[in-house]
């Protein structure tokens, strides 16, 4: 709703009434205002002047307790994954800025958008089972949603790993290619920062949203010192692999603080073999690629469909053979 709002109201200042590019800002912050109040009265937070449900006020400090470490965490986030482009501006110029952009945004929300989704989809699912059911099955839900987050995940990391040289040349105009060879670093710097989201789950049970914002806040400016020494000397594959370095340091630190206050039942095991059948599956569609599809001169996009359709041919073939998931078993875990 707030993503339609703000396109909206953008159109209408732009072009209406001849506000001009400041017209994005002003609707942004509309469109947040108009979608943020109705959060508010379903919370049942009393507003000045708006009816509300609640029968005290006495939450409103652990409200700001919980969620204001949330903000700084969003403040956080977006220095750590976009702060190197006004770095490489000062150090070289808007065309290696706009070249950096175009492969790790195209790379960073693929992967990101995937999360995300999956994130979303399990976020109500295990806040409720942690009320309503506690401890023991939580950690049962949360050991299969790993597991089944990493069968699908990782065809797709692995598959692009393999081929970003084409899917760059595929996916982007022709003036960005120059920048696909960031694509590597930005695909694992992406994989490691979204998996970390899964760790924070720990800190909200526990309302220690704190340390989720200590956590990002360290690796956002581990982040920034590397680029100024890096970017220098390197360009803008310092940004990159500066950023994945980050990333991984702040797993490393979700990992080890997460599992001081929780118990995680991780499945290592079957998401080793996941990984053995991942490379077995992208090694197949790399030999068939190399032996049969080079030498046919196929357009790049059906070299692509064909590759990874044999990828995930394979993969799910060797899942369904040594019978790694059992989607039952995670149902019975979903509170009605």
């Known amino acids: 709703m707030e993503s339609s709002l703000k396109f909206l109201l953008s159109i209408a200042l732009i072009l209406q009434f001849g ?6 800002l002003i609707a942004y912050i509309f469109a947040l205002l108009i979608t943020i109040i109705p959060m508010f009265k379903r919370s049942g937070i ?10 005290t006020r006495s939450n409103i400090p652990m409200f700001l307790k ?15 994954n976009l702060s190197d482009r006004y770095l490489i501006h000062f150090f070289y110029d808007v065309e290696q800025v706009g070249i950096y952009a175009a492969n790790y945004d195209f790379i960073f929300r693929s992967v990101n958008y995937l999360f995300t989704f999956f ?56 003036r960005y290619h120059d920048g696909i060879i960031i694509m590597p670093y930005v695909i694992l710097g992406s994989l490691f920062f979204s998996l970390q989201q899964l760790f924070q789950y720990p800190f909200l049970f526990k309302k220690m949203t704190k340390y989720i ?23 803008i594959v310092a940004a990159a692999i500066t950023t994945l ?15 001081k206050i929780f118990n995680w039942l991780i499945p290592y095991k079957k998401i080793a073999y996941v990984f053995l059948i991942g490379v077995i599956s992208i090694s197949s569609s ?25 990828c995930i041919l394979v993969y799910t073939g060797f899942l369904s053979l040594l019978k790694i998931i059992n989607l039952k078993e995670i149902i019975k875990l979903i509170p009605s």
């Open 213 to 235: 914002f200590y956590f990002m806040l360290f690796a956002a400016i581990i982040n920034v010192i590397l680029n100024i020494f890096l970017i220098p000397l390197i360009g």
């Open 245 to 259: 370095i980050s990333s991984i340091v702040l797993l490393l630190l979700m990992v080890w603080y997460s599992t």
């Open 66 to 80: 919980y969620g204001m470490p949330l903000i700084g965490v969003n403040l956080a986030s977006w220095i750590l």
């Open 19 to 24: 506000i001009g590019a400041s017209g994005l």
């Open 46 to 55: 009393e507003l000045p002047g708006i009816k509300g449900s609640v029968e």
């Open 286 to 310: 790399l030999i068939i690629n190399h032996y049969i599809l080079t030498s046919l001169n196929l357009p790049n996009i059906i070299t692509l469909i064909i590759s990874f359709t044999i």
């Open 119 to 174: 994130y979303f989809v399990a976020a109500p699912i295990v806040m409720k089972l942690w009320e309503t059911k506690g401890l023991e099955d939580t950690q049962r839900f949360l050991r299969d949603y790993f597991l089944y987050l990493m069968i699908v995940i990782c065809p797709i990391v692995l598959f692009s790993l393999s081929y970003y040289e084409i899917i760059g040349t595929v996916f982007l105009n022709e």
